[in-house]
């Protein structure tokens, strides 16, 4: 069949193929070819993006593996370093005391490690400007976790005439080598925790930490009854070296160079002046944490001697204990949260500060296990909630922009409070040894020094003020008294009783379900 073709008579071109527009459209489709058909050879914009979008998404999935990864190797890195710097934070002292240690290097024990832990903050936040993250992790954890425990670990054998002041000088050593690490391990898991999930996994971190600080610290209580402190101190080292085998696993993300931090101090009365007009609020809280921490820290070091040597407390007894008033602490944040965020920060500054004060009043009236272990609930109870305010206040009364500059100093300042305290509390008990007060003796009268400062130390309380108002502006401090420490903890008590003798079937069966599902989970662990 002869093509048909229609013309333009003006222009002389084929305007149509009367053949291929008698096709089906289909067919036309099918042989007919786009415009720009020849350059499918070459690669378009359209198909660079799509491979560039295609290799980031690769690279995504690659980097979420990594950091997935990461963070289960971090969580047991972390549970083997709580389970050892839970045995060796524990038992140094003790372990003092068993070289013959007096009042005054205990305290000076006690001292030389904030002040090593505090300095080394600076260095530490410089070598991040020039070596790995993970470099400085594993050149502090090889110091402070495994080769300056090896002299402690000799140190009950060696015929030496001053073990306490070698034993003083190496925990100064661990100290700076472990704080050293602070600001680098901080960043790196910033980089890597994404900020979405960052409250869950830091919880479930602290959860399985704190279970493991704990159980740790029970076991290391039976075994030095028996083997001694360099068993126990060997226990800890090891649990420090299968950590290092975790923490090597784990994923260093680039640098996220978001801002230059250059921190400095002023001594010029004229830069103290501006720091006053400019966060009043902030230099009157620093100023209560420096001394209250300088009245807690007289008598704090002491309470373990205390129970040791005027008590006679087993080691055993010394863990369990130390352990009690842990458990309480671990499960009272929620509920001093709650508190929190209903009545504001400062009012819970004021009830924990003031109920911090009778801490050394209590250790006065105790003697038997059950009064310690009662008032070291108590103790870990109410410090629970002051160490929680007093960080939600610092957010609170600190600009975002210069939040770091400000937290610094406030910690830096604190801190002093914290070493001068345990040194005057050392020279303080050594003179004290024979002293007698009335009825009270020894370490007693130092315990109700640090009772009597801590009360002066509340007049500053006064001067802080409330910066997000919430509802504590309708509650009057009293009422916030009453319900924090009588109605809120009752109300919990009654609920509880009443559910569990109201349905006893319901709480069995939920307690076999919980049982069965970490039964659950283990099988499915070892499989």
């Not at 700076?176 to 409250?199: K, N, Q, T, Y």
């Amino acid at each position: 069949m002869a093509e048909k073709r229609i013309i333009d008579r003006k222009t002389g071109l084929v305007i149509r193929d009367s053949t291929k527009a008698n096709q089906k459209p289909s067919a036309a489709k099918s042989v007919a070819k786009p415009p720009g058909a020849f350059k499918s050879y070459f690669p378009s914009k359209q198909s660079k993006n799509r491979t560039a979008k295609t290799g980031k998404a690769l690279k995504k999935e690659s980097h979420s593996q990594k950091v997935s990864k990461s963070l289960r190797a971090s969580t047991s890195e972390g549970a083997f370093n709580a389970a050892a710097s839970s045995i060796t934070s524990t038992f140094v002292t003790p372990l003092a005391l068993a070289l013959k240690a007096t009042n005054a290097e205990i305290g000076l024990l006690s001292a030389v490690q904030s002040l090593a832990h505090t300095v080394a903050q600076i260095p530490g936040a410089k070598m991040t400007e020039r070596y790995s993250r993970k470099s400085i992790w594993m050149l502090s954890q090889l110091m402070s976790k495994i080769i300056l425990w090896i002299p402690i670990i000799l140190l009950p054998f060696l015929p030496l005439d001053s073990p306490v002041m070698i034993l003083i000088i190496l925990m100064a050593a661990i100290a700076f080598f472990s704080g050293l690490r602070a600001p680098a391990w901080a960043s790196l898991m910033g980089d890597l925790v994404p900020l979405s999930i960052r409250g869950k996994y830091f919880g479930m971190r602290n959860m399985i930490t704190g279970v493991a600080g704990i159980s740790a610290t029970v076991v290391a209580g039976i075994f030095v009854a028996q083997y001694g402190f360099s068993m126990i101190f060997l226990i800890a080292v090891l649990l420090s070296i299968v950590s290092v085998f975790y923490f090597i696993r784990m994923y260093e993300p680039s640098f996220k160079n978001i801002f230059h931090y250059k921190h400095a101090f002023g001594f010029s009365p004229g830069g103290w002046k501006t720091s006053l007009t400019v966060n009043k609020a902030l230099v009157v809280f620093t100023v209560y944490l420096f001394f209250m921490n300088f009245a807690v820290e007289i008598a704090s070091p002491f309470y373990a001697v205390y129970m040791l040597k005027d008590l006679g407390v087993s080691y055993f007894w010394f863990a369990v204990l130390t352990v009690a008033g842990a458990i309480i602490r671990i499960f009272s944040f929620r509920y001093w949260g709650r508190l929190n965020d209903r009545f504001g920060s400062r009012k819970i500054l004021v009830v924990t500060g003031f109920f911090a004060c009778f801490t050394p009043l209590f250790w006065l009236f105790v003697s038997d296990i059950w009064q310690i272990a009662l008032l070291k609930m108590f103790d870990g109870f109410i410090w629970a909630g002051a160490d929680l305010v007093v960080f939600n206040y610092l957010l609170d009364i600190t600009p975002a922009n210069k939040r770091p500059q400000y937290v610094a100093n406030n910690n830096f300042f604190a801190g002093w409070g914290t070493i001068l305290g345990a040194l005057a509390g050392g020279m303080l008990a050594e003179s004290l040894v024979s002293a007698r007060f009335g009825w009270l003796q020894g370490l007693q009268i130092l315990f109700l020094i640090s009772f009597l400062l801590r009360l002066a130390v509340l007049s500053i309380l006064p001067k802080i003020r409330e910066i997000d108002v919430k509802q504590s502006a309708l509650a009057p401090i009293r009422y916030v008294f009453w319900q924090s420490m009588a109605v809120e903890p009752a109300h919990g008590l009654k609920n509880s009783l009443f559910y569990t003798f109201r349905y006893p079937v319901k709480v069995k069966k939920e307690l076999e379900g919980s049982v069965k599902k970490i039964e659950y989970k283990i099988k499915m662990k070892k499989n």
